[in-house]
DNA sequence: GTCTATAGTCGGATAGAC
DNA sequence: GTCTATCCGACTATAGAC
């Protein structure tokens, strides 16, 4: 994909920017299921509901409507999740934290993740961009990386770490908190797998509410702090 | 370039065979990367170095091809999977197993995933393909269910349960189950990311020695086993 | 069985009317 | 700014020579 580039920054008329908005609904909702090249500009414009020509006159190319869907997502997903890491930085800033601090500060994280990632629809739009910018990463990367998960994993890091008596920058560190953020993702990714399996017709918030018990038990037993008793409470 | 007929025999029935070979490893090698739409039958025949007809004479279709590899990642895992699997369905139909049994076998078959999922070039190719499967679901998503996730989760689940106390279909135990796979999983499709965080430059013997550690004191933790050595190494 | 040539379609992008 | 008409290259698939 080559750089081209901000074109789409362009200042043009509010007309304009209902196009524009469309286009980026549009890509959001399609690149993510089918893939860069799984969708025509035909269809894109089709979706919605503006001029062929509009992709080209607003993004530069399918490439620019492309990024901008990308730094659409880094906007959006941080408008929810900035003040959950905020909270954390400065807690974490005032002075140093208790391990059993650091651990409140993480489940209540993990606990917002997990509801926004699996019980959001638009979440599952969005993930899937992201999954496939990992498989194969194009220049969207970058701003999905820097502006999404860069600082998501800086955040899990330093509790980790704190409750571990371990620096962030740590290995084990990084690779406890990958493992965590595993458990998380793969109620995302294996969705039609888990549902299959589990004769669930959606994630509903009975859904969500066993797999976040199950989510923060697990997490607990790992960083060794101390466990209430073993739920049965989540067969839901 | 043409082959040249120096032994007319050799050009005749084994030639086509290697040309299907070639085709399904080009397409393993391009449809998981860059997704079904993101390849052409034009840049799979120039990889597989075969004629741009042999895809339709062959397969029928670009479809027939993708499929066709679905179908050879299926035989291609279940041929190194196989061995421990049915190690795992004999150990417990033989008798019922303690949880410690089901634990050390647990982790034997953890292990042995990690190393290939994690180790093998293959794995990459593969793996992108079902999660794009995952994602948005084609035909193809039934043989890879059908003929290796399910046999995997089935296995994991009898011993997960049997760790537990619990049946093999209960919800808990799935889900686990699926946490436990999620912890695994992450560690491959994360991979661009961990990669920049740690500064590794790829998953060596050290690297994959250091998450296997992680994975297995994970589990260790979850299913509440005493941990009586760290790093109890059942396989390299 | 293998390969070339090509048909028929659809892709991204553009020019120019309004 | 918006939209229609259109260019042209790339795509899958096929027909038929060898």
Redesign the interface.
Known sequence: MAALGLRYNLVKGPAGERAKKRLIEAGLELF???????VSTRVLADRADVNLAAIQYYFGSKEGLYQAVASHIVKKVKRWLRPALSEVERKLEEDSLTGEQCFSLLCNLLDRLTTKLLGSPDSKKWV?MV??E????TDA?EIL?EGL?KPI?LCLFRLVGGILGLGPQD??T???A??I???????H??????K???NWQAYRSEELK??RS??LD?VR??L?MPSIE?G?D???
Do not use: C, N, W
Not at 32 to 38: C, E, H, I, K, T
Not at 181 to 187: A, D, P, S, T
Not at 189 to 194: D, F, G, K
């Open positions: 993510g299921r089918y893939s860069f090249d799984g899937a999954v496939r990992q498989i194969e990463p990367f990386y998960m994993d290995q084990e990084k690779l406890r990958y493992a953020k595993g458990q998380l993702i793969i109620f990714v294996s969705r039609a797998e888990l299959r399996s589990l066993a797999i199950i989510i697990h037993a790992i060794r073993r049965h989540t067969i839901g």
